[in-house]
């Protein structure tokens, strides 16, 4: 048995979920490669954890390839893979232009689609864990947000054929799907005070989450313990994609 530090490489390393992730990874005895469009953020976060980065924008086909082979090639192997690239776009359809709509569908499905794509070719001989990000909005219908949904849907749906395609491969592919999260993308909600307590009372538990909700539930899928969890979908929310929002007591009452 290979009792060696498992090697994981993380894309969009450099925002709030992916940092996170890589992090808790390396704490636990991962050996992670931060990948992102940001050379100078994910050389920041690598060099902080003293580990490899890589400058990789996940929406082009040509510069994954490149990554994958550059991370293959540093250790050797790679064991497991989390796409946390992502973006936030509150728009009703009738309002979203066809370049906000490509922009969302390739920042959130065509990485997801280049990471299974990449990912699995470089595991095929070993086996290994993907981990995409879905989104609560993907179960739950939400006004405003008709493109990201149809995106995260797209994660989601995409997650399951691949655990299927790849199973006799030994790879697996799980998602997570967090709720609102308080991270630098969701700053134009949480630095506006109506905004950010009328989004805490739409998760039953009554606060938005943070990365730090998200990233154990993404090592757990990476690691053995999870060795027999594939094409699932991991609802981290606070209850907003499967409870009814909580009904706040008049004062007074």
């Given at each position: 048995?290979?009792?060696?530090?498992k090697v994981v490489l993380v894309l969009g390393a450099n925002g709030g979920l992916g940092s996170a992730v890589c992090r808790?990874?390396?704490?636990?005895?991962?050996?992670?490669?931060?990948?992102?469009?940001?050379?100078?953020?994910?050389?920041?976060?690598?060099?902080?954890?003293?580990?490899?980065?890589?400058?990789?924008?996940?929406?082009?086909?040509?510069?994954m390839a490149s990554c994958f082979e550059t991370a293959s090639i540093e250790f050797g192997r790679l064991d497991g893979v989390?796409?946390?690239?992502?973006?936030?776009?509150?728009?009703?359809?009738?309002?979203?232009?066809?370049?906000?709509?490509?922009?969302?569908?390739?920042?959130?499905?065509?990485?997801?689609?280049?990471?299974?794509?990449?990912?699995?070719?470089?595991?095929?001989?070993?086996?290994?864990?993907?981990?995409?990000?879905?989104?609560?909005?993907?179960?739950?219908?939400?006004?405003?947000?008709?493109?990201?949904?149809?995106?995260?849907?797209?994660?989601?749906?995409?997650?399951?054929?691949?655990?299927?395609?790849?199973?006799?491969?030994?790879?697996?592919?799980?998602?997570?799907?967090?709720?609102?999260?308080?991270?630098?993308?969701?700053?134009?909600?949480?630095?506006?005070?109506?905004?950010?307590?009328?989004?805490?009372?739409?998760?039953?538990?009554?606060?938005?989450?943070?990365?730090?909700?998200?990233?154990?539930?993404?090592?757990?899928?990476?690691?053995?313990?999870?060795?027999?969890?594939?094409?699932?979908?991991?609802?981290?929310?606070?209850?907003?994609?499967?409870?009814?929002?909580?009904?706040?007591?008049?004062?007074?009452?």
């Amino acid at each position: 048995m290979n009792t060696s530090p498992k090697v994981v490489l993380v894309l969009g390393a450099n925002g709030g979920l992916g940092s996170a992730v890589c992090r808790l990874l390396s704490s636990s005895n991962y050996k992670v490669v931060c990948a992102g469009r940001n050379k100078e953020a994910v050389s920041e976060l690598a060099e902080e954890l003293g580990t490899f980065a890589i400058a990789c924008d996940a929406t082009d086909f040509a510069s994954m390839a490149s990554c994958f082979e550059t991370a293959s090639i540093e250790f050797g192997r790679l064991d497991g893979v989390v796409n946390a690239v992502g973006s936030l776009h509150l728009k009703p359809a009738h309002t979203t232009t066809e370049e906000d709509w490509m922009k969302v569908i390739q920042t959130n499905l065509t990485s997801a689609f280049a990471c299974i794509k990449y990912g699995a070719k470089a595991m095929m001989a070993n086996g290994g864990s993907i981990v995409l990000v879905s989104s609560a909005a993907a179960f739950t219908g939400m006004p405003n947000h008709e493109a990201i949904a149809a995106a995260k849907g797209g994660v989601s749906s995409l997650s399951r054929a691949a655990a299927a395609t790849y199973a006799r491969y030994n790879i697996r592919v799980n998602c997570v799907a967090p709720g609102l999260m308080d991270t630098n993308l969701t700053k134009v909600i949480t630095n506006n005070k109506a905004q950010l307590e009328a989004s805490a009372q739409m998760h039953p538990l009554g606060r938005i989450g943070t990365p730090e909700d998200v990233a154990p539930a993404v090592e757990w899928l990476l690691s053995e313990k999870s060795s027999w969890v594939t094409g699932e979908e991991v609802k981290i929310d606070g209850g907003l994609a499967s409870l009814k929002a909580r009904v706040m007591a008049k004062s007074g009452s």
